[in-house]
């Protein structure tokens, strides 16, 4: 006889999905109700040929 399944994981807290916004200048997303990412800041030194680097803000920094 085969050992019993083990039970399954409990689901983890899984963080808030990202939310969309429009600025005046450009779109943005709020990632974890924390971060603002800015799509239309593209930080061009950063970049690499399989991504691209966007301005970042901590909406909880001191």
Partial sequence: MPPPA???AP???SPSPPRL???AEGSYIIVRDR???YCY???PSL???NAQAF???DRQAF
């Fill in 6 to 8: 083990a039970p399954p």
């Fill in 11 to 13: 689901p983890s807290a």
């Fill in 21 to 23: 916004g429009q600025a």
């Fill in 35 to 37: 971060y603002t990412l």
């Fill in 41 to 43: 800041r593209l930080i």
């Fill in 47 to 49: 970049e690499m040929p």
């Fill in 55 to 57: 301005e970042v803000t």
